[in-house]
């Protein structure tokens, strides 16, 4: 500034300077919250000589500030994008700054607004700009935390690149595919049809739900293209070369019906699909060692069977209805029913009409192979995340491992008849936000069962579930995980039966006592 700072100071208060820091600030701070914490940067240039220009001539030099104007050139082009139309919105420059600075301030503003997006925005600093230097205060805006890229793996520099080639990537296959050949391969996902189509179906609907609004905003296309990438789940920007492309792909080529599910299911086989096929190779390994020690996660390897106390469940037996006294905790006979009915349902009509009143379910256990699964977890709880859906933020360390075909009961501690269960608990990547593109599916933890096998099941760190960083080292955490083994097998107590949700259920049935009796479920499918 070239005025002295008492002369200055008295100029700012009058002409509600300050207001219009306040104004930046604020604005930033709603943009950040009404783009989902996404940023983009923008072609626009010039935006500093634009403020001044539209400042009266005899109050520019007051303006005049090398801090502001690097703030200006690096931060005032940036813009959030609506997710669905594709319209861009200044994130510096708001409606209401003060009257002095109102005609700069939209000039400025619609600048930024025309501008062409170039990128997302990455940054590791909690502060852009410098608040005061001196006894000089200047434009500076503060970043929430969640912003705040906490990669040790990626600068933000490199995050940028990522994000560019997410969005290359995307662009290539709306070219490739068109939305009638998204919405058949939607259609045959959600019909049950195709061999664990639930493990794809979520790429698929994110897919489809992107080429439908750049139908519904064909002028915005390149921004919505931005917007959906830098949103999208990790790995789903690569279309082409995942499930979803090889089924769009086929569909794309004419094929029978019959002839895209053989060849859908050959590839989702489970010892198939993202599952390595062969060692990993000396640099694969010596690339593993450098991000677990760059990251953090050599505790993050170590696992644990779960305990049940430790599970957020949907369902846990309710006690009888008991008056106090010394023999409060007897356990008492139940009452019977002299006829127990057989319903078959979904398990989201169980869920709806059963469980609420279920007082006690029990599972029947036949001599054949089901799917018997253990969950599992970190034996660090503090150890940073490893998987997919969990963060810091919000932990949750569990995932679950089931055997190829199943296996005998006897393997679980199990023997033929009815068990009781003690608890029904969603997959963990459905327990917080919800992560339905990893898939669906429900456990009932059955009382006594364990894994008597274990020692052949390894860590259970298949790459499906791994976060993105170690996509790339999969084949070398894989092989770790396989010679590795679980800790904690007396403990265990969170086994029992999975039911995955893109797949038909046979003679899976339920006792449950309610207070108006017994009565048996066939559970068939989810919904």
């Avoid at 400042?55 to 669905?84: A, H, M």
Wanted: hydrophobic letters at 40%; charged letters at 25%.
């Amino acid at each position: 500034m070239n005025d002295d700072f008492t002369a200055l100071d008295t100029r700012r208060e009058h002409d509600g300077y300050n207001t219009l820091l306040s104004d930046i600030r604020r604005e930033f701070s709603e943009s950040i919250q009404n783009g989902e914490g996404l940023l983009f940067t923008t072609s626009a240039t010039g935006l500093y000589d634009v403020l001044l220009e539209h400042l009266p001539e005899e109050l520019r030099q007051y303006y005049t500030c090398s801090t502001c104007r690097e703030f200006v050139r690096r931060y005032g082009g940036l813009v959030r994008i609506d997710r669905e139309t594709g319209v861009q919105y200044p994130v510096m420059w708001g409606q209401n700054a003060p009257p002095l600075f109102a005609d700069a301030v939209r000039a400025v503003r619609e600048r930024v607004r025309k501008a062409r997006v170039t990128g997302v925005f990455f940054t590791s600093k909690e502060c852009l700009g410098k608040p005061v230097t001196g006894v000089w205060v200047h434009m500076s805006v503060n970043v929430p935390r969640e912003m705040i890229l906490k990669s040790r793996l990626h600068s933000a520099y490199q995050a940028a690149a990522n994000a560019a080639e997410n969005h290359r990537l995307l662009c290539e296959s709306v070219e490739k595919y068109p939305i009638e050949l998204a919405e058949e391969a939607v259609n045959l996902l959600r019909s049950d049809t195709l061999y664990r189509s639930g493990k794809v179906l979520g790429v698929g609907e994110w897919f489809l739900e992107v080429q439908r609004s750049i139908r519904n905003h064909p002028g915005n296309a390149y921004n919505i293209l931005w917007q959906r990438s830098a949103a999208a789940p990790a790995g789903f920007c690569h279309i082409s070369a995942s499930m979803a492309g090889t089924l769009l792909d086929d569909l794309k080529a004419g094929l029978r019906l019959e002839q895209v599910s053989r060849r859908f299911a050959a590839k989702m086989h489970p010892l198939q699909y993202q599952r390595p096929q062969a060692a990993p190779g000396a640099g694969n390994v010596e690339r593993a060692e450098k991000i677990v020690e760059e990251m953090g996660l050599a505790n993050s390897l170590k696992r644990r069977f779960a305990r049940l106390e430790e599970l957020e469940t949907v369902w846990k037996p309710l006690k009888p209805i008991r008056t106090g006294g010394i023999f409060a905790d007897v356990e008492i006979k139940e009452r019977r029913s002299l006829r127990e009915p057989v319903m078959t349902m979904t398990w989201e009509k169980f869920r709806r009409t059963v469980l609420p009143t279920a007082r006690r379910i029990q599972f029947r256990v036949s001599g054949r192979k089901e799917s018997y699964s253990a969950i599992v977890t970190a034996t660090d709880p503090s150890a940073p995340p490893i998987l997919r859906w969990d963060t810091e933020k919000r932990r949750c360390p569990f995932n679950w491992y089931v055997y190829h075909n199943g296996s005998f009961p006897r393997n679980w501690n199990l023997r033929e008849g009815y068990v009781d269960v003690t608890a029904i608990v969603l997959q963990p990547n459905m327990w917080h936000s919800g992560h339905k593109y990893v898939g669906k599916g429900v456990f009932f933890i059955l009382k006594g069962a364990k894994d008597l096998t274990y020692k052949g099941a390894g860590l259970a760190l298949f790459p499906e579930v791994l976060r993105s960083e170690l996509y790339e080292v999969r084949s070398t955490i894989e092989a770790y995980s396989k010679k590795g083994t679980l800790s904690g097998a007396e403990e265990a107590s969170a086994c029992g039966l999975r039911l995955q949700g893109d797949l038909q259920w046979k003679d899976i049935a339920f006792r449950v006592t309610a207070d108006v009796g017994t009565s048996v479920y066939e559970l068939d499918r989810w919904d």
